[in-house]
């Protein structure tokens, strides 16, 4: 009966947010890794769209994020033993995502509520899902930050507040950065409107991140006949050793 | 010049990575080794994930002491009867060294045993060759003729044998053990061997510096083609486009190494080798002592 009333309620919800919704664009929805990759940019822009004239109350905020596929990551801490620095445990994470962005166009503790924060998963804290992840130890939440703190320093996450440009309380652009060391997936865009820290309307497009060309063949390569990539590195090996020799011998002749 | 390397998943410069290939193949080839034991903290610190750093440094030094040992075969600097008996004992200690390698990788703390593995040996190895050196150079600029060496246990053994390209007539045993002790070691730590094989083969076999060079790149390349297939089919983590741009820089590097080392003298050859085995411990055993920047680490999940 709870459940049913949970039910209700949720379908309840967009009817009631519907009255202002998001009309998004993208620059591209899909990166290409290529051989020279060197990172990409992808513009989002859009556009509130409203039936009603513009609420009194206070201004609409927007919120974007960027999110790479979520992966069960295994966290280890060092200690000091016997003198040297030495791995003593570890914590699996049950999925933290690969890249996660967010741009907002206010500060985040003010276009969002914590609660909001919890029920969408937002922030960065609250994208990296450690539920249940060991438990008896009783700092897992050191290894969930420390998750955040190696891969903002590795510029996969971050936080970018008053990134997103709102205009007439009407249009919103931001640009996200993808750094070069981008793992493949399908990552997924989402644009949140806020109002007093609630939000009123959500958006979820994805970007597809594929490795192209020659990286394509490579990748899938290594993976489906390794026995055969493993004979090819060997032949490149032999045969650049080879010619480069024999390039000097001819050299010295001359 | 960014190339994205497929495997790896890094977005790494190009002449960064020739460099370091070039570097790499000139102490290859001016010493024997195979630089395992450099490229792989090199690679860590461009910010190559460790697996694929080793897997790859281990095919790219196939290509570097190939080339190498061309050049040493033309001017007949390779024992290749001696290099056959070590390779023997060097595939049978490597199949061992996998199986050992995996237990403690089934126990945990496998990275610390091959960090360990490497201060302990290099430190050792490094020092005795750094000691012995500067003795012989001390002694030739006095100009008393070096002593002849004596006779050890290593010449009480019977199965004896004749190498005639070092000049020896010993028992096969100990290049059999030394073989296989090497590959053990390889193995494990994830590299060809040769900075422990050289020093082997010239105090524990006695042969002529000349002649260990080559003998150790030949064998070398035997084992690091074993290890490069034992990765890429077990780790799939040996990155061809990583090793190409290695391995362009690591050949001409080999070239110009085998020039540079048949114009020194062998004592100063074997100083500069153990001076920098021995400065690549001092900053292994650094980093084991004093506190890391980071204390938490990201195990890499390797889905297949």
């Given amino acids: 009966m709870r459940s049913l009333l949970v039910a209700l309620l949720l379908f309840a919800l967009p009817a009631q947010a519907?009255?202002?919704?998001?009309?998004?664009?993208?620059?591209?929805?899909?990166?290409?890794?290529?051989?020279?990759?060197?990172?990409?940019?992808?513009?989002?822009?859009?556009?509130?769209?409203?039936?009603?004239?513009?609420?009194?109350?206070?201004?609409?905020?927007?919120?974007v994020t960027i999110s790479g596929p979520g992966r069960p990551v295994l966290v280890r801490r060092k200690e000091k033993k016997f003198g040297i620095w030495i791995n003593v445990d570890s914590v699996l994470v049950d999925s933290a995502p690969s890249f996660y962005a967010i741009a907002t166009s206010a500060p985040l503790d003010q276009v969002l509520t914590d609660t909001e924060d919890l029920r969408y998963r937002i922030s960065i804290k609250r994208a990296i899902r450690s539920v249940g992840a060991a438990m008896h130890i009783r700092e897992a939440q050191d290894f969930a930050d420390a998750v955040v703190r190696?891969?903002?320093?590795?510029?996969?996450?971050?936080?970018?507040?008053?990134?997103?440009?709102?205009?007439?309380?009407?249009?919103?652009?931001?640009?996200?950065?993808?750094?070069?060391?981008?793992?493949?997936?399908?990552?997924?865009?989402?644009?949140?409107l806020t109002r007093s820290g609630r939000v009123i309307s959500h958006y979820e497009t994805?970007?597809?991140?594929?490795?192209?060309?020659?990286?394509?063949?490579?990748?899938?390569?290594?993976?489906?006949?390794?026995?055969?990539?493993?004979?090819?590195?060997?032949?490149?090996?032999?045969?650049?050793g080879w010619g480069a020799s024999a390039a000097f011998r001819l050299l010295r002749n001359r | 010049m960014q190339i994205y390397l497929p495997i790896a998943e890094v977005s790494v410069n190009a002449f960064l990575l020739l460099g370091l290939g070039g570097l790499v193949g000139i102490l290859s080839g001016m010493f024997g080794v195979g630089g395992g034991f450099l490229i792989t903290p090199l690679l860590f610190f461009i910010g190559v994930p460790p697996a694929v750093a080793v897997a790859t440094g281990a095919?790219?030094?196939?290509?570097?002491?190939?080339?190498?040992?061309?050049?040493?075969?033309?001017?007949?600097t390779v024992d290749l009867k001696m290099g056959l008996v070590l390779l023997i004992g060097g595939l049978a200690g490597a199949a061992i060294g996998v199986v050992?390698?995996?237990?403690?990788?089934?126990?945990?703390?496998?990275?610390?045993l091959v960090k360990l593995c490497y201060v302990f040996f290099l430190g050792i190895v490094g020092a005795l060759m750094l000691v012995e050196s500067l003795?012989?150079?001390?002694?030739?600029?006095?100009?008393?003729?070096?002593?002849?060496?004596?006779?050890?246990?290593?010449?009480?053994?019977?199965?004896k044998m004749r190498f005639r390209t070092s000049g020896l007539y010993i028992s096969v045993i100990p290049p059999l053990l030394v073989g296989l002790a090497v590959g053990v070691l390889a193995a494990i730590m994830g590299v060809g061997g040769g900075f422990i094989m050289v020093p082997a083969m010239i105090y524990i076999l006695g042969m002529p510096t000349k002649v260990v060079v080559g003998t150790s790149l030949f064998q070398i390349i035997f084992v690091t083609a074993f290890t490069t297939m034992l990765h890429a089919t077990t780790n799939y983590t040996v990155d061809v486009v990583l090793a190409v741009l290695l391995l362009i820089g690591g050949v001409v590097g080999a070239q110009f190494g085998t020039q540079i080392g048949l114009r020194m003298k062998a004592e100063q050859l074997r100083i500069l080798l153990a001076l920098l085995v021995v400065s690549v411990c001092g900053k292994l055993a650094l980093e084991l002592v004093l506190m890391p920047d980071e204390l938490f680490s990201i195990a890499k999940q390797w889905r297949h």
Avoid: C
Avoid at chain 1, 156 to 178: C, G, K, P, W
Avoid at chain 1, 208 to 222: A, D, I, N, P, Q
């Fill in chain 1, 150 to 192: 190696i891969r903002k320093s590795e510029h996969l996450y971050s936080v970018r507040e008053n990134t997103v440009a709102v205009d007439q309380q009407t249009l919103f652009r931001t640009a996200i950065e993808m750094p070069s060391n981008l793992t493949e997936g399908t990552y997924t865009a989402r644009i949140f």
């Fill in chain 2, 135 to 159: 003795n012989a150079l001390l002694k030739s600029r006095k100009g008393t003729p070096a002593p002849r060496r004596q006779r050890n246990w290593v010449h009480a053994l019977p199965f």
């Fill in chain 2, 100 to 112: 050992v390698f995996n237990y403690l990788k089934s126990q945990g703390q496998v990275d610390l």
């Fill in chain 1, 18 to 63: 519907a009255e202002e919704e998001v009309v998004l664009g993208l620059s591209q929805d899909r990166v290409a890794i290529t051989a020279n990759f060197d990172g990409s940019e992808i513009l989002i822009f859009g556009a509130v769209k409203r039936e009603t004239p513009i609420p009194d109350a206070d201004q609409i905020q927007v919120v």
């Fill in chain 2, 59 to 76: 095919n790219q030094i196939v290509a570097s002491s190939f080339s190498a040992v061309l050049a040493h075969f033309q001017r007949r």
């Fill in chain 1, 206 to 240: 994805p970007i597809e991140v594929r490795k192209v060309g020659l990286e394509r063949f490579l990748f899938t390569m290594s993976r489906e006949r390794p026995f055969l990539y493993g004979l090819m590195s060997l032949a490149i090996a032999i045969s650049a």
